[in-house]
């Protein structure tokens, strides 16, 4: 070994990075392997020359791992705060948000109804698509107003178009009172006179308190409706609850199914752990959990890509094989030679098998 390599070998605790996520995400993996063989292998020289060598590793360690926090705290917090959300009125307004990732990012009523239908789809069909046959969307947006009617308590936006129907339905009916007198009004709405226009105003009141919705939708369609429900602002509103109270349980009864809530359960552990994390063990291990749940939850590699290496020309495929590489310790053999240049003895067990992984394709 030339005196060069004895140098930069000596020096073990120097890995090259441009502090890009993707490069100090390499040398975590490279100084967290020394630091632990360093800890837990025996060291041939000097104890001074030993400590030295394990606090340089150690410092280098921990400034990697608080240029990687950043990015993965960035990266919990978006993918907590967009996905595997499980909170009804939290999902569905976010779904609809013209300020997020939703059907509505472009603020069109026409493509955010279309994809509320689409999720409709998909979910009454066990979560994917129909290959054939695909439903009418019409007719599937018709049934599911129908719902929306039929639990029309729950649908603030259909109470308030109601008191606008109900508003319309007194003035409709007092002015046909005042163009014509209470006898012929009682004549012309029951079939039989009223005997005062006081008894004519309660009956308007009677008649106002009855209407609804649905009988609205009877009697001049649905697609009236939707024209009301954007003239009085309430679209946004129907379309939120339209997503809380009828897709919703559709989504959720699929993706429960499919684990969420231990998913999201796990992110937001590694995401509180690595942010109260105190002393080095504690930031250590919880940077190692946030790591692995990264690696571990495919959807979150996008939003890696959006915090972190997009920047630097990465994309979720590169970061994902760099990390199954590394999980796989294919750079392990070349860092024991660093480590027993400088008087780690290494197990010969551990030496072989770090040499037939860097062989395995």
């Known amino acids: 070994m030339n005196w060069y390599k004895r140098l930069k070998y000596a020096q073990v605790w120097e890995v090259e990075s441009d502090e890009s996520f993707t490069e100090e995400l390499k040398a975590f993996y490279e100084l967290e392997y020394k630091y632990q063989c360093l800890k837990n292998f025996p060291f041939e020289g000097m104890d001074q020359r030993y400590q030295n060598i394990f606090n340089k590793v150690k410092e280098s360690l921990t400034y990697t791992m608080q240029n990687l926090k950043g990015t993965l705290m960035s990266t919990f917090s978006g993918w907590l705060e967009s996905h595997a959300i499980t909170d009804p009125a939290v999902w569905s307004a976010k779904r609809v948000d013209p300020h997020g990732e939703g059907f509505m990012s472009s603020y069109d009523a026409t493509e955010a109804l279309e ?175 946030a790591i692995q749940t990264c690696h571990q939850n495919g959807s979150m590699l996008e939003y890696l890509e959006e915090y972190g290496g997009e920047e630097y020309g990465s994309d979720p495929q590169e970061i994902e094989n760099i990390m199954n590489e590394l999980t796989e310790g294919k750079s392990n053999a070349e860092w024991d030679e660093q480590l027993k240049s400088v008087g780690v003895k290494i197990p010969m067990a551990v030496i072989k098998h770090n040499k037939e992984m860097a062989k395995s394709e």
């Open 115 to 289: 994809g509320i239908v689409g999720e409709y789809i998909r979910y009454s069909n066990g979560g994917q698509y129909p290959a054939y046959n695909r439903p009418n969307t019409e007719t599937v947006f018709s049934n599911m107003l129908d719902q929306a009617l039929s639990m029309e308590n729950n649908f603030t936006s259909l109470q308030g178009v109601q008191n606008v129907i109900q508003e319309m339905d007194r003035e409709r009916l007092t002015e046909d009172l005042y163009n014509d007198d209470f006898e012929n009004f009682g004549m012309n709405e029951r079939g039989e006179a009223f005997q005062s226009k006081e008894e004519a105003m309660a009956y308007i009141e009677e008649r106002v308190g009855e209407a609804s919705v649905q009988d609205y939708v009877f009697n001049f369609g649905k697609d009236e409706l939707m024209s009301l429900l954007e003239s009085q602002g309430q679209m946004e509103n129907f379309m939120i609850e339209l997503n809380q109270y009828i897709v919703f349980p559709l989504w959720y009864a699929y993706w429960g199914a499919m684990g969420i809530d231990t998913t999201r359960e796990l992110a937001q552990d590694a995401y509180d752990d690595l942010e109260n994390a105190n002393t080095f063990e504690e930031f250590h291990l919880a940077l190692e959990v």
